[in-house]
């Protein structure tokens, strides 16, 4: 490739980072009310507080009602699953980890994310053998997709606590995707529909947008 094509797409990443931040960002200090007192350390690691994270989703924060909520597993199955939050709470193991989140906008944070393993959310769905990446649906009308792979090599949680608290509506609510070694946008919020699917080329909203579809946090986020 030669220097001036190098140049231009520079040029191109550089426009998208600033009309990101532009558009989406918003003040770092927010005050969000939470459910308990959030942790500032964990297993002797400082913690990122749930207020260092900018506003970037593309409706905004949204509302949902525990009442009619429900999580559902779809696409290539034996049996379509659907839990409400009580259920997928009270029924799957928890698990806790540290991860940092990095967001394309330069900013990142270190958070405790406690949650389930997406592969016991899909195991009683019993998926089937051609089934090769999961699309993860929000609220939103978000869509982002990862190989089963990853999701199964890196014990991929999809969180409903940060730093020992409930998610926020701010922050996801009821379910976040914890997408560790993936740039922020993976990390799809407001989750309601986990679908497995034979489409290893599907395209997510930022990804039909030049996005990288792997999104490796050692590589450059835009294809």
């Given at each position: 490739m030669g220097y001036?094509?190098?140049?231009?797409?520079?040029?191109?990443?550089?426009?998208?980072?600033?009309?990101?931040?532009?558009?989406?960002?918003?003040?770092?200090?927010?005050?969000?009310?939470?459910?308990?007192?959030?942790?500032?350390?964990?297993?002797?690691?400082?913690?990122?507080?749930?207020?260092?994270?900018r506003e970037n989703s593309i409706k905004g924060p949204q509302e949902?009602?525990?009442?009619d909520y429900r999580l559902k597993i779809t696409g290539l199955v034996e049996e379509e699953q659907e839990y409400t939050y009580d259920e997928i709470i009270q029924r799957f193991q928890p698990y806790k980890k540290v991860i940092r989140l990095n967001c394309v906008e330069g900013w990142s944070v270190d958070i405790l994310w406690e949650?389930?393993?997406?592969?016991?959310?899909?195991q009683p769905a019993v998926p089937l053998e051609d089934a090769e990446i999961i699309i993860f649906h929000a609220q939103d009308g978000y869509t982002t997709s990862l190989d089963i792979e990853y999701i199964v090599d890196?014990?991929?949680?999809?969180?409903?606590?940060m730093n020992n608290v409930t998610l926020p509506e701010e922050r996801g609510f009821p379910f976040q995707?914890?997408?560790?070694?993936?740039?922020?946008y993976k990390w799809i919020k407001?989750?309601?529909?986990?679908e497995l699917s034979d489409e290893i080329f599907y395209k997510g909203y930022w990804e039909k947008r030049g996005f990288s579809n792997t999104a490796n946090i050692n590589e450059s986020f835009f294809d």
């Open positions: 001036n094509k190098i140049n231009q797409k520079m040029i191109i990443i550089s426009i998208i980072i600033v009309i990101i931040t532009l558009s989406f960002s918003g003040c770092l200090d927010q005050s969000i009310e939470l459910d308990g007192v959030e942790i500032e350390q964990y297993q002797g690691k400082d913690l990122s507080s749930i207020n260092d994270f949902i009602s525990l009442e949650g389930l393993l997406i592969t016991d959310l899909i890196n014990n991929i949680i999809l969180a409903y606590k995707l914890a997408a560790e070694s993936k740039w922020g407001w989750v309601t529909e986990i």
